[in-house]
């Protein structure tokens, strides 16, 4: 079991920065990959980025492509998501979450933390 805590969350007006973060307990995550999704009201959950535990290769969304960043620190069992120049339409509950590299599907989440961008 992996367990995962999401951070950092709050209200920020438009083209302001903020940073996510994502602590991981219960296992090593040396053969998992972390991601980043988000859900906005009555939309669903899309995919914002991730990063593979070893070596640190990223894939990220269009539509935040340029503007944010995932990143993680092993040291810390920590992934973060720097978000810059924030958008109204960033406004979304973010969740971080862990699946093995043999998996297709991502089947740990954390609890999610509200992102608001105010125009």
């Known amino acids: 079991q992996v367990q995962l805590v999401e951070s950092g969350g709050g209200l920020v007006q438009a083209g302001d920065s903020l940073r996510l973060s994502c602590a991981a307990s219960?296992?090593?995550?040396?053969?998992?990959?972390m991601a980043w999704f988000r859900q906005a009201p009555g939309k669903e959950r899309e995919f914002v980025a991730t990063i593979s535990w070893v070596g640190g290769s990223t894939y990220y969304a269009d539509s935040v492509k340029g503007r944010f960043t995932i990143s993680r620190d092993s040291a810390k069992n920590t992934v973060y998501l720097q978000m810059n120049s924030l958008k109204p339409e960033d406004t979304a509950v973010y969740y971080c979450a862990a699946r093995t590299v043999r998996d297709k599907d991502y089947n740990y989440w954390g609890q999610g933390t509200q992102v608001t961008v105010s125009s």
């Open positions: 219960g296992r090593t995550l040396r053969n998992y990959r």
